[in-house]
């Protein structure tokens, strides 16, 4: 079992930042052994792919609403994946979810990931 905590949600303005940072809690297999998704929901509306990650590191995977704006990485020596969020806008608000599994290809299908956390908030106020 491998339990993912989220952090570094909050409010913004639009064309603001924030970083989403990963990392998993208490025992079980670390971080580095997966691959890291990072999706997005809105109230009412099914979740979102946002981002992924090779568990290397070296293969990432973007939906094409927030190419260049968001850039996911991942620290394999701190077992931390990261999600940068630049120029936000109102239409990036949602709750985040981090997800880890064995994922080579599909990166986007929620299916491909065993483990979930509970997620954080991010607003963007216009």
């Known amino acids: 079992q491998v339990r993912l905590v989220e952090s570094g949600g909050g409010l913004v303005q639009t064309g603001g930042s924030l970083r989403l940072s990963c990392a998993t809690s208490?025992?079980?297999?670390?971080?580095?052994?997966?691959?890291v998704g990072w999706f997005r929901q809105v109230p009412g509306r099914e979740r979102k792919f946002v981002a992924g990650?090779?568990?290397?590191?070296?293969?990432?995977y973007y939906a094409d609403p927030i190419k260049g704006r968001f850039t996911i990485s991942r620290d394999n020596v701190k077992n931390v994946g990261y999600l940068q969020m630049t120029s936000l806008k109102p239409e990036d608000t949602g709750v985040y979810f981090c997800?880890?599994?064995?994922?080579?290809?599909?990166?986007?299908?929620?299916?491909?990931?065993?483990?979930w956390g509970q997620g954080t908030q991010v607003t963007v106020s216009s």
């Open positions: 990650i090779h568990w290397s590191g070296e293969n990432k």
């Open positions: 208490g025992p079980g297999r670390a971080l580095k052994n997966y691959a």
């Open positions: 997800a880890a599994g064995e994922v080579y290809i599909d990166y986007h299908l929620q299916s491909q990931y065993n483990y």
